[in-house]
């Protein structure tokens, strides 16, 4: 599927790794500028796809930077060890990226609509999460040593809001002036096989445009002032891209054919995009697929988020605590 | 799309106006024993399918009965207006199939799972109705008169309650002796467009298999003993469904060209269900497409239920107490 | 009971009108600077409590200002001819203390925490306004004439974001710049008979310590450099309050008795107290009154402060159009 | 404080522990036919109450059975150690009351209103809790050695459904034929310390008028024809409860003195009743006494007491696995 497709229907495509996937198999070859890593565990694995020249900025629509992606299936089907193998990759993927001293000011922003179930990944991450910048005022006693001041907010959505998710966020950190921000976003993928079994990590932050809700602005340094980490999870699938999947495997199969494959070389460009329009009226872009459980999904992920986050930015929280964060 | 689509799928066609289509697609002709009756009103249109022969039955895998199914797709857009005049003509038609006298007992049941947005409505929909079986025996001063004896049930799904739900509520009937069952129920449609604007009333009850949470046995007079009124809501459609649509409408504009033509009758029947497998894996049959909004859809839609069903069942309430139901 | 009493156990008088009485009754004369109003409407009464010297300031602990009370039982009781009166008689007392031109921003601030049932009225509030800020830059064509651009926080609580209120709003205010606030917020009352029945408008804001969640810092002209007026409804009784009401009321009745009256007039003045804090122990000051259904109050409530903001902001929005905000 | 008192607001002893100690502390001496144990944990005591005969039956309120009685007040502080203590202490003393084989089925019964925080304990138990009886019958490959047929309900409370409760249960009873029942209810307690730290197990199962929703009619052997163990937790002290007690212990200091002793048993009994029912009208004995943090106290002990079930229930769920449950 092209990156055409997805601009035609306003979809952004979320995860740098699927991003990388598109180009290469639209060009057939490394693209340069783009440096792509993989480690393997026991229950998942992790892909770093470093973006490191402009020209490859454009070529796969995200800006130079660090994506660590790391996709484990089996914590779908609730399986713990592996729920924990995972929050511990997290964490610690997390940390690398985290170089500020111990008295450090953090802000976590769960992005997202509470009221949305596949767009409430944020908000519930923030649920629970472990705040202790009010301790560090109002209650030092209840502070353990190496515990890092965090603080966190849901700022809702512009549909609900009126206003921009970046200028509120903008307006709590120029009074709160933290030295990082961790961004938390439910993301579109392009396959079902992703929704809830990828956890993506970018240090260039949320680009304009992005994430379920359409962010129209971004929330990255260049905006903020400080740095941005995004933690983004897969929690749908634009129902236009089930479509056009579905038509591009079937063709695949009869493009065998020369007399088809010349038939379909002829096509117009929008004809397909005509035809995933008319299947998808009223909605466009505004249709989700998403699993039955998908409540369920979100709570299960939101605390292997959580308690990644909290194990990264807390130096004191050991593995042995993980797991009241993992519930 | 053919009936044996569904199948492969183990999908329901909820609606009976849309299995009728379909049938009538398939064969290009009107179907033996199904009556269709068509009424327009201002912001609405009602279609009544009766099943009437047993052949007919069968050819369209709906039991013989009444399928009134009411269609407005302004009350997706909070159309107020709209709203209310489906609220009444829901009310007048469940009251035409109604006959019962005054001081008749009546169990509402709210099908589905309230943890799941788009299977909520039932639970939703119970929620918002007005029980009054207690009054009789506790309360007597607070009834009006003209108000029939209203109970009401979530039974909640055989996931959650580890029992099939017609068995609950088989076990409640028994207890309470109700004169009517009205089963609400989260429907799946063939069409997007369909989702949150059209309600079906069917006198035959809830068939084997169908509805989001594909009960197993069915809630009818041959389960329950008594007569049992249907009224269900499409709130999804089944990615498979949007999946195979896209091809269907894809290969339909390529029809014209007799080669391509040949090449499509000489695929295996079932090439167009492995490519869909593969595109909704892991997934399958449990991934359904809703849009955004689709808590908001929920919850006006239950209030329109809730307050068709009470002006129906409580003679007393008018339509000047509508309002009331509809927020 | 003596103010005295609140301050010992860390308690705020969160309505002016209840604070009036207190010192009255303490002091048994009409206080200097303080002038009283009173109306009555058919299902409500309201009486305005205007401060106007700052001796009476220090006296009642309420700073100079309006602070107008609409006092109606009937809508406890679900009584909707009495909801709809209360939502317009605070639309139009609203609207008195509103003097801006038709393009003013307005932004709403749901104050409280929406996972702790009593103190969920501000952020319930939000969820049922009518906000537009952002249709003037995305979707102008969605506005009717006469609306102003309103916009609608609920920032949470320090427990669980780690920031000060105050703090996020402010920001939030440095960046959209309303010209004015209207926070919304649980108080506590000092009697049973108010919860869910009476409502304070206050053109002076929220002082620090006020309302159910303790606020730290003040959200007023001062701190914010706009206009605020803040909407109160009362949905708990601290238990404190409760007990000793109790021990006072039992006295009361015993004070004929002048042997009694004697060794009563010897307490030690913290004797009380001691009882008290020995029957709320270990939750002291936390511990709430609430009748079992104040679920539901809070969500018939809200709608009610929403319909009266929406009216009295939005001067295209009739009586006509109030039911929408009512339900 | 006298049974009398709780008779007159119409109020239960919900504790047998508490009943013991109010009708011991009124007569000053044992209570012949009841039998007191206790046991000493870690972090947590145990007390056994066995009412053996008829005549304190009668005396304390409470049918002829065992009450054991779990006071843990560490697990309010959300002390993990503590909460998993007696999340096993919970399941001994509940596995020793279940005498049934392996292959046994068993219904749990989740008492209580969803929709209102302190009252719905039971339906969060259910939430929380492992479901297996369907996989029996639909997918006995998922299932573990040693796991028993377990069904849930969450059947709701007569305000809601216009049914007694216990119909609801009975008619399910009858078409599953459990073997034991095992219901869990909020319950209101004596005292403001009692509340998220005290569990009672009574192998009486549920007497009528008990628990926050009042019950009108008992689930116990007796209703049901079948074993009920009942599990309750106080999440609530009614508000009349907290006023007499202050009232109480203020004059408890007082008696020293005789001539208000003299005055005070002067008083008609029914004084202090009037005296409450003045402070806390309109709502009588619907008020009730809550912690703030009501809705986590509810979320971390509704994990306690499911966690705890299911160890006891299912054979081959060891303490490795609890954590699960806790969380």
Redesign the interface.
């Known amino acids: 599927m092209y990156l055409d497709f997805y601009r035609a229907f306003g979809i952004s495509v979320d995860l740098a790794l699927e991003a990388h996937e598109i180009v290469r198999g639209e060009t057939g070859k490394e693209i340069p500028g783009v440096i792509v890593d993989r480690e393997k565990y026991e229950n998942s694995s992790v892909t770093i796809v470093k973006v490191v020249e402009e020209s490859a900025e454009q070529l796969i629509g995200k800006p130079r930077g660090n994506y660590i992606t790391i996709e484990a ?1 089996a914590i779908r089907d609730n399986n ?1 060890i592996a729920q924990q193998e995972v929050t511990e990759v997290l964490a610690e993927k997390l940390a690398a990226l985290i170089k500020l001293p111990e008295n450090a000011n953090i802000l976590l922003v769960g992005l997202g609509n509470w ?5 409430a990944l944020g908000p519930r991450v ?2 629970h999460s472990m ?5 560090y005022k ?1 209650a030092p006693e209840e502070l353990q040593g190496g515990m890092r ?8 959505v ?7 998710t970046a ?2 966020i ?7 002036q933290p030295e990082l921000l961790i961004v938390i976003d439910s993301l579109a993928a392009g396959s ?2 992703r ?1 809830a079994t990828t956890i993506q990590i970018a240090d260039t932050g949320i680009s304009p445009g992005s994430g ?1 809700g359409n962010k129209r602005a971004g929330i990255n340094k260049e905006s903020m002032g400080v740095d941005v980490i995004a933690i983004g999870v897969p929690t749908v699938v634009h ?1 236009a891209v ?6 591009d ?2 063709l695949e ?2 493009k065998a ?1 020369p ?2 494959y010349q ?1 379909y070389r002829n096509l117009r460009p929008d ?2 995009q005509e ?2 329009n ?6 466009a872009g ?11 999904l979100i709570l299960n992920t939101s605390k292997i988020v959580a308690g990644g986050i909290s194990m990264a930015i807390h130096p004191s929280i050991s593995s042995e605590d993980y ?2 964060y ?2």
Chains 1, 2, 3, 4 share one sequence.
């Not at 705040?131 to 301790?135: G, N």
Request: hydrophobic share 45%; aromatic share 4%; net charge negative.
């Open positions: 299936p713990r009221q949305a179930t596949p767009d923030i649920d705040v202790t910048r009010h301790l109002y001041s965090v603080s966190a907010i849901a700022p809702g512009l549909g609900i809001t009126g206003i921009e200028e509120i903008k307006g709590v950190v120029e009074k709160i079902t096989e929704i379920i129902a089930i479509a056009q999947t579905a038509i495997q079937f199969q009869l054919n007399v088809l038939i004809f397909t035809v995933i008319n299947v998808l009226k009223p909605f505004n249709l989700m697929v998403t699993p039955k459980e998908i409540d369920t797991e009241m993992l519930n």
